[in-house]
């Protein structure tokens, strides 16, 4: 009873949020050239050179990103069509001069144009 409960559960409030979650995992996987993997406890992995690695192997600004990303699913699925104000300023980093600030500001735009 507890397992079918369980399924439950994640069919009508997970599974939605992470189909959401995977329009943003697409976004980001175009700007990285790096495939995102999304699982049901929404941990993230990515794949670099063939090796599947967690995405603590991201920058902060990279995991930044991703945690935003999570969190417009939740809106998208919380609120459908009718999306609330989001100042998005306070929750993009700003670059910072890295190999991959050119990324971070290609995602940037990306995910502000997604929403």
């Known amino acids: ?3 079918k409960a369980d399924l439950n559960l994640k069919e009508r409030y997970v599974a939605p949020v ?6 943003y995992a ?7 050239g790096e495939k995102i993997t999304i699982y049901q406890d929404f941990n993230l992995t990515f794949e670099r050179g063939g ?5 603590k192997h991201f920058s902060s600004g990279l995991r930044s ?6 969190r417009l699913a939740f809106v998208e699925n919380m609120y459908g069509e009718e ?6 300023k ?5 670059p910072q001069p890295t ?3 050119g990324s971070t500001l290609r995602l940037n735009k990306m995910i502000t144009k997604s929403f």
């Open 26 to 32: 697409r976004v980001i996987e175009e700007a990285l």
């Open 1 to 3: 009873m507890l397992k």
């Open 51 to 55: 090796e599947i690695r967690s995405e």
């Open 18 to 23: 992470k189909n959401i979650s995977l329009k």
């Open 83 to 88: 999306k609330p104000f989001i100042r998005i």
């Open 99 to 101: 190999a991959e600030k």
């Open 90 to 94: 306070s929750y993009i980093p700003s």
């Open 65 to 70: 990103i991703c945690a935003l990303c999570m």
